[in-house]
């Protein structure tokens, strides 16, 4: 069911895209509504055949967020508990990628807009860290660890004095 | 496809000055992210790397786990260890030798239990919070079974635990509560099991609630911080305790009013809390 009634106004309008490495992509415009910058654009009557270029994003994440926009767009309002549950089906299983391409997706919908996307991503990168051990954390995204021996240690440390009684123990008689 | 490794090698020998907080994510994104992890899984995420560690610690983490309604509610409670119900010990406790008395916690938000990691908490020490931080005020040495001044403050926001100015009495079983960003303490026993007469403020000595003889005593902060009810035996003419009170204490004027209950509501409370309608 296409929701019919949105502000997308001529929702059957195909919107073409073009990604940082010259592929072309279209959704409809209900789709790419969900762009912030895409939906200005389109206000601003600078869609046209040759398609909207996006510079930093290349044609992987734009094939994904295509896909995330036009499902987002079908089923944007009044929605049955049915199809919540399977929108959010669909977002879980959108998310399970690797992390070069979460990262590309994070940046990609930072930089096109797409809120939802956006939030899925970065709570998905959030769950990632999520009960990891520091050693994990650094493998997972790549991270060196720059703490010197005498910081490690203070960490570890910091808090082993903090309940030393201070009286010292007197007798009991 | 780049893997996280390569990037940070590229990153490296790009030399730049600036370390981002997830190599290739820029760093408002990355905070984000960092924002929305659970608290109980801070303390790690800050022992990842200096850029971590700094990120979960300013005030600004605060700020954006706010602004992306990350915020989760703890309530921290001083209790006994059951060592029947504990599972394996955790690393770095001392075999055999795990504390008794310690702090846990319930996030109301999560619903998840866990032991704060602290060393021995003085017995029946208490407890109270002012915006992120916990004080651990008073209880007995566990050694000699002695009633201690010490005050101890864990930083919630970044995990360390400090040790704070002691309290002016060593105390046991006191009333305690917070009120207008301050610790209140009334009551309780010394180390002869003498009931202390005297208030104090956790970062001040007060006045003590005039005619006070309680024991064990109950405080409640009352006005979102503008008032602290303390409850407790009230000391008659004749030196006699029978009749409880409650004693008001105005922050602003810094003054105590003593309210005696009609005789029908003059028994001990053993418990108090304040509403605002």
Redo the contacts between chains.
């Keep these: 069911m296409a929701a019919a009634t949105d502000d997308a106004g001529d929702s059957n309008e195909m919107i073409r895209v073009v990604s940082s490495d010259g592929e072309h992509f279209e959704m409809p415009e209900a789709a790419a509504n969900l762009s912030l910058v895409l939906r200005h654009m389109i206000e601003d009557d600078c869609a046209d055949a040759a398609g909207i270029p996006l510079a930093v994003v290349a044609a992987k994440p734009l094939a994904k967020i295509v896909d995330y926009c036009t499902k987002h767009a079908a089923k944007s309002s009044g929605l049955t508990i049915e199809e919540a549950e399977e929108l959010k089906r669909f977002d879980a299983e959108f998310i399970e990628v690797d992390t070069d391409m979460l990262y590309d997706l994070l940046v990609a919908a930072d930089f096109m807009g797409v809120e939802g996307l956006s939030k899925l991503a970065v709570q998905r990168t959030a769950d990632l860290i999520k009960g990891k051990t520091p050693e994990q954390n650094r493998e997972t995204f790549g991270i060196v660890n720059d703490f010197t021996p005498e910081e490690e240690e203070e960490i570890c440390k910091e808090n082993e004095w903090a309940f030393q009684i201070t009286k010292p123990p007197s007798r009991l008689c | 496809?780049?893997?996280?490794?390569s990037?940070?090698l590229e990153r490296?020998a790009a030399a730049v000055e600036h370390?981002e907080l997830?190599?290739?994510?820029?760093d408002d994104?990355a905070v984000?992210?960092?924002?929305?992890?659970?608290h109980?899984?801070h303390r790690?995420?800050?022992?990842?790397?200096?850029?971590?560690r700094s990120a979960a610690s300013a005030p600004a983490f605060a700020s954006a786990r706010a602004a992306?309604g990350a915020n989760e509610d703890l309530v921290y409670l001083l209790q006994f260890s059951n060592p029947a119900a504990e599972g394996p010990k955790e690393e770095g406790d001392a075999p055999g030798n795990s504390p008794p008395y310690g702090v846990a916690v319930y996030n109301v938000t999560t619903g998840e239990w866990r032991r704060e990691?602290?060393?021995?908490?003085?017995m029946f020490a208490q407890c109270a919070a002012v915006g992120t931080r916990l004080a651990v005020l008073g209880g007995w040495?566990?050694?000699?079974?002695?009633p201690?001044?010490?005050v101890?403050v864990l930083d919630v926001s970044n995990g360390?635990?400090?040790?704070a100015p002691?309290m002016r009495s060593a105390r046991s079983f006191f009333a305690c509560a917070e009120a207008g960003g301050k610790i209140y303490v009334a009551g309780g026993h010394d180390k002869h099991k003498n009931a202390l007469k005297t208030a104090e403020a956790y970062d001040a000595v007060g006045p003590s609630p005039p005619g006070l003889k309680a024991g064990t005593a109950r405080a409640v902060c009352v006005g979102g911080g503008e008032r602290v009810v303390v409850t407790g035996a009230i000391e008659d003419a004749d030196g006699g305790s029978g009749r409880h009170a409650l004693w008001v204490f105005d922050v602003k004027t810094k003054s105590w009013t003593v309210v005696r209950p009609p005789p029908e509501f003059a028994g001990f409370a053993f418990s108090v809390a304040s509403v605002r309608i």
């Design positions: 496809m780049r893997s996280p490794r990037r940070a490296d370390v997830i190599p290739g994510m820029p994104v984000d992210c960092l924002a929305r992890v659970p109980g899984s790690a995420m800050r022992r990842v790397c200096r850029g971590w992306a990691k602290a060393p021995p908490v003085p040495d566990p050694q000699t079974f002695e201690v001044a010490d101890h360390v635990w400090r040790r002691p």
